[in-house]
Nanobody
Framework: QVQLVASGGGLVQPGGSLRLSCAIS????????VGWYRQAPGKQRELVAE???????NYADSVKGRFTISRDNDKRTAYLQMNSLKPEDTAVYYC???WGRGDHWSQGTQVTVSS
């Protein structure tokens, strides 16, 4: 059974940093594309960043230069380093992995950017 557990959210002041982690079990993680998504109140879920199995990355324009996605296949963990956080980054963040017919989601972790 594939399981994803996201962690690392919290309350941070504008300009601060957080690192989200996503621990994956029950599958061969290195085969999967991994992505971080977020959903703010009243808005649709949106892609924040993704990384392919060959480590090619793609970022939403709103986070380019501030967020960095990474993965450690040995630890079966994906990360999202978030710097220079803004109030508009406030949302519930989710981790996702996809490969073939597999499409798996973590539970959400709340990120709140507020003074």
């Amino acid at each position: 059974q594939v399981q994803l557990v996201a962690s690392g959210g919290g309350l941070v002041q504008p300009g601060g940093s957080l690192r989200l982690s996503c621990a994956i079990s029950g599958t061969i993680f290195e085969l999967y594309l991994v992505g971080w998504y977020r959903q703010a109140p009243g808005k649709q879920r949106e892609l924040v960043a993704e990384m392919t199995s060959s480590h090619t990355t793609n970022y939403a324009d709103s986070v380019k230069g501030r967020f960095t996605i990474s993965r450690d296949n040995d630890k079966r963990t994906a990360y999202l380093q978030m710097n220079s956080l803004k109030p508009e980054d406030t949302a519930v963040y989710y981790c996702n992995i996809r490969w073939g017919r597999g499409d798996h989601w973590s539970q959400g972790t709340q990120v709140t950017v507020s003074s």
